[in-house]
């Protein structure tokens, strides 16, 4: 059984959380709040119709009927998850095996490491709610430290926004900025664009949907984040943090930010939030969360953090300050060259995917 570094770092959080008994909540720079954290106490495979209970220092298996038919010790648990911990971070290999792992999850009942995707969730965990008393089943989406970085909305074929190219082009100077094939060959592209007086002007998305998705953000989302694109392919930055703050200054929408209203930031933290939340690009979003949790982040030394959706500023918050714009491949997304269409327009596409720092 050979998993990523994200994917084994699934496994650890079931086996800590089951160990530990707690899931303690971030600050928005990804610290433990000491003080804050929700008691685990069911962690649920629907797939397998198996959970894990944790109570008294014992984990117990239960099966769909409810009915114990086996129990661990927690120090079991915490032994497996500090070697799990130890080999993600010793693997230099993009996919590797830690038999151990399998051969204790196979004790438990599980062949299959990976739970089977439902929506966004990667795993089911029933937690004690002390605030309002109550015992809630929640899906949490997970992302890990212990490897690459993860992230936050992948790229494809329908994330590709359409810019329309206002000036005149030559056909020999359309090919000619085409064949640039240096190793930032998109910004190039586009600096000659501008430098044979022409300019990029947001058309709209390749994909109708996405585009709708966004709109249920806000009606200007998909213009805000088609110029935030353009920057950050020009160049200017990647951070979305730092490129908010550009398209302040810019304005381009023309709010009214006399008493200082963070209308671009409150936009954007609406967006990701969504987006990390349940948005897709393909598929029509209601606005309805897919998860109803929030996030749990696995740190680079191992701990394990939640942002819970009651939290909502500290988690839009981190997802600002810890995502950045990046490019996918331009052959496989089919972007970052000029088109000509059959009435002569000519356009030029910008791919969007985020990731986390």
């Known amino acids: ?66 009915e114990i038919y086996k129990e661990h010790d927690c120090k079991e648990f ?47 965990i029933k937690v004690h709610d002390s605030v309002i008393g109550t015992d809630d089943i929640l899906g949490f989406s997970i992302k890990s430290n212990l490897g690459s970085s993860p992230t936050l909305f992948n790229s494809s074929k329908s994330t590709n926004f359409i810019f329309k190219i206002e000036g005149a082009l030559a ?18 592209r586009i600096k000659a664009i501008y430098e044979n007086n022409c300019k990029l002007v947001f058309e709209g998305l390749d994909n109708k949907t996405f585009e ?19 920057i950050y392919y ?48 393909s598929n029509i979003w209601e606005g309805r969360l897919q998860i109803t949790g929030g996030y749990i982040v696995v740190r680079s030394d191992g701990d394990v953090l939640c942002y819970h959706i009651y939290n909502r500023n500290e988690f839009e918050d981190y997802l600002l300050e810890n995502t950045k714009f990046d490019t996918p491949s331009t052959a496989k997304f089919d972007f970052g060259k000029i088109e000509t269409d059959l009435l002569g327009n000519r356009f030029f596409k910008l791919n969007l995917q985020i990731r986390f720092i």
């Not at 090919?175 to 930032?184: E, G, W």
């Not at 200017?236 to 930031?265: A, C, M, T, W």
Request: charged share 30%; proline share 2%; net charge positive.
């Open 78 to 124: 915490t032994l497996h998850s500090l070697r799990l911990l130890y080999s993600i971070i010793g693997s230099k290999a993009l996919a590797f095996e830690v038999e151990g792992t399998t051969n204790f999850m196979s004790e438990l009942g599980i062949s299959k490491l990976k739970a089977k995707s439902q929506d966004k969730r990667d795993i089911i």
């Open 234 to 281: 020009q160049g200017k930055g990647s951070k979305l943090s730092d490129i908010v703050k550009i398209i302040e200054q810019n304005n381009s929408r023309n709010y009214d930010l006399s008493l200082g209203h963070p209308f671009y930031s409150r936009r954007v933290k609406d967006l990701i939030c969504g987006i990390a939340l349940g948005m897709t690009a």
């Open 171 to 188: 056909p020999e100077i359309v090919d000619r900025i085409n064949l640039i094939d240096s190793k930032s060959k998109i910004r190039d």
């Open 1 to 66: 059984m050979k998993l990523n570094k994200g994917e084994w770092s699934e496994v650890y959080v079931f086996l800590k959380l089951l160990a530990e008994g707690k899931l303690y909540a971030a600050d928005k720079d990804l610290n433990r709040m000491v003080d804050r954290y929700y008691p685990v106490l069911e962690i649920m495979r629907e797939d397998i119709g198996k959970y894990f209970k944790h109570e008294s220092g014992k984990i117990f298996i239960l099966n769909k009927a409810g």
């Open 212 to 230: 709708l998705n966004l709109i249920m953000v806000d009606s200007c989302m998909p213009k805000i984040l088609g110029e935030m694109l353009l």
